[in-house]
């Protein structure tokens, strides 16, 4: 059996994790972090995870870092997952919306933190199912965005498992909207064009970022701790117009961490807006203990 790692390579990889995803592994889940790390390590040729560490604390560039970063990350997802977000888009949401947007026919939807496309996609295949019609003209940017380059490239391939599929996608969009390749299914070309795949780290500054209709950002805040929601809720309230959605995740909330935000109680579900009435506190700010790990010849990183 592979050696664990001692606790202070532990504490090593969780502070990369954390500086660069803003991800708080919890030290109780030590035995994950073990696990994945001796897949990553003999992936990158290395006996133990504990040498992937000793190379990590000597190379340089950021190339190994965000290796580490994205063998750590949970990327699960699936279609229409949680059912109810998308009755709401389908009943509530977007009838409301598409009738507000009627003038400027533009309709901007943005998936963050979109792992393998399944949510970005689901989306789309709404649109397609539902709205057809009314959105004919219609300029309709839907961007998937994620840390992780791996999960990004099986979106953008939109090739999945017949586990994958089996998964939320109701079967009649699994015969209209795939076809089977081998033993995988692959999302009909006219639908994968409709979304954009980018890698994006939620840390990063919203400037690219356009105005947002429709923000999905589920089933990421919880990995992060206070400051970092904080900090990246206020850049989510800046980019999403004021009679937007932002939809979280079913363990997610703004409350007691941004109060900028209105709950919006929908019929199937919840989702937030920004408050009209909010005037700026300054933003939150994340402090480094990478930094505190680290030589400060700052030549290693
Ligand atoms: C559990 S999945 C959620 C996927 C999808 N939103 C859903 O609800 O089904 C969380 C995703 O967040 C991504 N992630 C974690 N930290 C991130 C960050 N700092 N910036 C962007 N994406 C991040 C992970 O790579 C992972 O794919």
Redesign the pocket.
């Given at each position: 059996m592979a050696p664990k790692l001692n606790k202070t390579d532990s504490e090593f990889i969780r502070a990369i994790v954390h500086e660069k995803?803003?991800?708080v592994l919890e030290e109780k889940k030590s035995y994950l972090v073990d696990s994945r790390l001796n897949t990553l390590a003999r992936r990158l040729g290395h006996d133990s995870s504990a040498r992937l560490v000793e190379a990590l604390r000597t190379t340089f560039g950021r190339g190994l870092q965000d290796k580490v970063v994205?063998a750590l990350?949970?990327?699960?997802?699936?279609f229409f997952?949680d059912v109810h977000p998308f009755e709401g888009l389908r009943t509530q949401i977007l009838p409301e919306l598409l009738k507000r947007r009627a003038a400027e026919k533009r309709l901007t939807v943005w998936?963050?933190?979109?792992?393998?496309g399944?949510?970005p996609y689901s989306v789309a295949m709404l649109l397609r199912e539902h709205f057809s019609a009314q959105l004919a003209g219609w300029s309709v940017k839907i961007l998937g965005?994620?840390?992780?380059t791996q999960?990004i490239d099986q979106a953008k391939a939109g090739r999945y498992t017949q586990l994958e599929m089996n998964r939320g996608l109701p079967a009649a969009y699994l015969i209209k909207y795939f076809t089977k390749h081998d033993a995988d299914w692959v999302l009909n070309d006219d639908v994968r064009a409709m979304v954009e795949f980018r890698t994006?780290?939620?840390?990063d500054p919203f400037t690219a970022v356009p105005p947002c209709d429709l923000l999905?950002?589920?089933?990421?805040l919880i990995?992060?701790d206070l400051n970092t929601k904080k900090m990246i809720l206020d850049k989510v309230r800046r980019v999403l117009r004021p009679d937007g959605h932002l939809f979280l995740?079913g363990a997610e909330t703004t409350l007691n961490i941004d109060n900028g935000y209105e709950r919006v109680a929908g019929n199937d579900t919840t989702t937030y807006r920004p408050r009209s009435s909010w005037s700026d506190a300054a933003p939150a700010s994340r402090v480094s203990k990478l930094a505190t790990l680290l030589p400060t010849s700052g030549d290693r990183l």
């Open positions: 995803a803003g991800i994205e990350t949970t990327n699960e997802t699936s997952r998936c963050a933190a979109s792992s393998t399944q949510e965005t994620d840390l992780s999960v994006f780290n939620l840390l999905l950002m589920r089933n990421v990995y992060f995740g």
